[in-house]
């Protein structure tokens, strides 16, 4: 459920925006609230891909939904054989889907899916792959970011090839190569991150003594080398899957929970965002970016915001602020003037919510209301 505004707001005060509730399609699937969390959102052609799941509690096989921008309505576009969409990954033109925890055979190889015109087509052949996080392509190669079964296996594998075979990468910290270290258990590789023609990771391990350890590496062409950073609070990388990441121009902008932005993968800063806590997502239209927030009132209760950031000149315009009960906005899309919003970490998760600006024009051309403070504010509310 949710709301823009409450019964003490005075009654002309009214939003530049309209919501519409586009319900809850994985709620027929999954009696549990967590394995319908839409994790990430994807636009492709005209429809809108959910990515829902819980590889943790193993609730394959996943079921893939769409809302269908036309027609209005929602679609099941097939099933992938894992236990959920934790990512959606676009490679040039091509929309994909990391297979997270594959649901048959063993843990020798796992999956990843690729959207055709006759629904998802699979690839079960990405060796020591227990989880598929990310995919992106540098330099004509496919790159995969994984989750490994032990300490012997990279959680990076390269493809030359188009995915016909692939290549394990070594991963260095302070000269020495962290794969095969009998120090760890197991790795894992996030997200790909691409800055001035360099490729990026976010690599996470687990020690034996169950200490965990994240960090940025850079790829050197042969090896992922550990990148040493300052102004970033890494217990922020708990949540470890990026919510979503850009670059724009000669920076690089990912959330964690907070928002930060990066020229090197040395240096960050952080963007804050007045009065909220938590940066769930965002999303790039030209030299904007579109920022989804969250704020806590009360138990399952949230105040979500929608911000235009310009990162020119470090403008953050609010746009609409909705109140939502039983989780906070955590997923963020946009086609045209309208945007998109899964609701997650609730007893109403897997809620979409559509937020388009009011009034004709605007939605026939695709135009935003003027930059300035929508007459609904967050302090409204208590």
């Not at 509690?57 to 893939?64: C, E």
């Not at 330099?139 to 016909?164: M, Q, R, Y």
Request: aromatic letters at 16%.
């Amino acid at each position: 459920m949710y709301f823009t505004q409450t019964s003490g707001a005075a009654p002309e005060r009214q939003s530049r925006y309209a919501i519409t509730d586009l319900g809850n399609p994985a709620a027929s699937h999954y009696a549990q609230t967590t394995p319908r969390t839409p994790w990430d959102l994807a636009m492709d052609q005209g429809k809108l891909y959910i990515g829902a799941g819980d590889y943790d509690a193993n609730s394959g096989n996943t079921p893939v939904y769409a809302w269908n921008l036309e027609n209005e309505t929602w679609e099941e576009t097939g099933s992938i054989l894992d236990e959920a969409i934790s990512n959606f990954a676009k490679v040039g033109e091509t929309l994909y889907i990391p297979g997270t925890d594959p649901t048959t055979g063993t843990w020798a190889y796992g999956n990843y899916y690729q959207k055709t015109d006759d629904g998802w087509q699979i690839r079960d052949n990405l060796p020591g792959a227990v989880h598929n996080f990310d995919i992106t392509n540098y330099e004509g190669s496919l790159f995969f970011g994984i989750g490994t079964a032990n300490a012997t296996v990279s959680p990076v594998k390269i493809s030359k090839d188009g995915g016909k075979t692939y290549q394990d990468v070594a991963f260095y910290r302070e000269g020495k190569n962290q794969i095969g270290d009998e120090a760890y258990k197991f790795f894992r590789v996030y997200n790909f991150f691409q800055l001035k023609g360099e490729l990026y990771c976010l690599f996470a391990a687990t020690k034996k003594d169950d200490i965990y350890e994240t960090g940025f590496y850079w790829y050197t062409g042969d090896v992922f080398q550990h990148t040493e950073g300052t102004g970033m609070n890494r217990k922020h990388l708990w949540q470890v899957l990026i919510g979503e990441s850009v670059t724009l121009k000669d920076r690089c902008y990912f959330a964690t929970g907070r928002m930060y932005q990066t020229g090197d993968f040395h240096t960050y800063e952080e963007i804050v965002f007045p009065g909220q806590d938590y940066v769930t997502d965002f999303v790039t239209a030209g030299d904007y970016l579109y920022v989804l927030t969250a704020k806590q009132i009360r138990e399952e209760t949230y105040v979500n915001t929608l911000w235009r950031f310009v990162p020119e000149t470090g403008t953050k315009v609010r746009l609409v602020a909705f109140q939502t009960e039983g989780g906070f906005g955590l997923s963020l899309e946009k086609d045209g003037a309208s945007f998109f919003v899964g609701i997650g970490h609730g007893s109403d998760a897997g809620r979409i919510l559509k937020i388009q600006p009011k009034g004709f024009f605007t939605r026939m051309f695709g135009l935003l209301p003027p930059d300035r403070l929508d007459p609904i504010l967050p302090e409204d509310w208590s």
